[in-house]
């Protein structure tokens, strides 16, 4: 109950300054983050996590399956091997690919 006092009590101290710091300051935080998330460095930086996101993940369903064989439902392998091919590359309204 503690964390959702302090969650909603952040929500609220956010919508405040943010109200208060008006669609100006907004269109500023906006515009900085689109140009940090457009940083080459930022981009290889999250290219490479996702990859090693999604080997990982590979490695651990791998380690899980033949643990428990065929014990795995079929639902949650189809929805795994979606993921591991999620990284097609295309690009969000950021301008970032979602890897």
Do not use: C, H, I
Not at 71 to 83: D, H, S, Y
């Amino acid at each position: 109950m503690r964390y959702k006092v302090t969650f909603v009590a952040g929500l609220a101290l956010g919508y405040v300054l943010g109200t208060r710091a008006g669609r100006e300051r907004y269109e500023q935080l906006k515009k900085s983050a689109r140009e940090l998330a457009q940083n080459p460095a930022v981009r290889n930086a999250a290219e490479t996590a996702g990859q090693s996101g999604r080997q990982f993940a590979g490695k651990a369903f791998a380690a899980v399956s033949d643990k428990v064989g065929d014990a795995v439902p079929e639902a949650l392998a189809g929805r795994v091997r979606g993921l591991r091919g999620r990284g097609s590359g295309a690009d969000d309204e950021w301008g970032t690919s979602n890897t």
